[in-house]
């Protein structure tokens, strides 16, 4: 009989996946006692590594104290005030505030419909449009779909929401003219600012500035989606740090647990806070059940202690160095055609290889014990935080093993 399970971005008809049973620290097995280096610290989000005791005591005393308890209003409970603090307290909004849910795809259509509600509020209703960005990847719910500026996640699923209008990813002029044409009708632009799932694209020079500065030109707000880019993997707590660009709205999810617990959220601005506070009767009808769930709030408040407690923010950097370094001396030999990326996230372009070529790299990476991510014939990197010198090493001499094997065939 077919396994019950459909996976996710999966052929339905097919049965091929590795079952994994165990993880700790960079490392995971699966059921057959195989061992992997986790070069893409799952799906991007495990910065401080798997199976971290003190993690798991801090979700387990939570759930031990309160198992669950919901925000919505009137009620709310000790922890998920504690996580919003905390979150808030690394952020680039020290006086901004936090919304919480919990995943990627539930902060982006939160952050959406903020986008429309904040004009709204502003009685400048006639701001319909929203900009997303080519090559982008925003979640999949219908929100994030209809972001999402890689078209493959896009089409086929019928009528998405209306009003969107996308900006070329490297080319900002393009962007200057659709503000040109539609600039009062323009509600905001949503942008990783690090591009992540679409190819590890960091921004080219003076690009989200110039999304900054057209946002202020025409009265629009600026959303960044840091849900990879959040929580350290830049070599800051966030991007907009990295790229000296802030926001109206950030999105975050993944790194805010390190993958221990789902959670997401929304972080916003002073700006964005003043709207919705300034009529004492307009109610915030949006949340989620599971918003600020107290074991998600715990295993947040416990990650980011980690994170600060160890200095992996600072440590990105290091890894980035070894990783990029290791990586760029196979670009000299040939083997990669580019190297791009920042702080603890990289991709290598193979060279000349197709996107299916990438697929059976990546498989034989996987065959030889290390995890990456192949898009687009690049292989993406993004390990846990904590990873040491010697597995940095061993995945860039896998990577180079595999692109000979599976290219000289
Ligand atoms: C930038 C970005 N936004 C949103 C999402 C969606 O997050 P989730 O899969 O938790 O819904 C992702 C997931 O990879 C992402 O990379």
Known sequence: MIPALLHAFSKPTSENFHTLVRSEGVRVWDDKGNEYIDGLGGLWYCQIGHGRPELIDAITEQLQKMSSYHTFAPMGSDVSDAAAERIRSVSPFPDGRVFLCCSGSESIDTAIKLLRKIPILRKQSERQIILRRGRGYHGVNIGGTTMQGISANREGWGELFPNVIEIDPTNIESAASIFAEYGEQIAGVVTEPLQGAGGVFPPPSGYLEGLRRLCNDYGALLVFDEVITGFGRTGNWFAS?????????????????????????????????????????????????????????????????????????????????????????LEKDGIFSEVRGVGAIWAAQVTDASTEQGLVIRDKMTEMGVICRAINGALAFCPPLVIEENDIDSIIDTAAKAVEEVTAK
Request: hydrophobic share 40%.
């Open 241 to 329: 740090d990295t790229y000296g660009v802030k926001p109206d709205i950030i999105t975050f999810a993944k790194g805010v647990t390190s993958g221990y617990q789902p959670l997401g959220g929304v972080l916003l601005s002073r700006t964005v806070c003043d709207v919705l506070e300034s009529d004492p009767d307009f109610t915030f009808m949006h949340g989620y059940t599971y918003s600020g769930h107290p074991a998600a709030s715990a295993a947040a408040i416990a990650n980011i202690n980690i994170i600060e407690d160890e200095g992996l923010v600072q440590r990105a950097e290091v890894i980035g160095d070894r990783l990029s370094g290791g990586l760029k001396a």
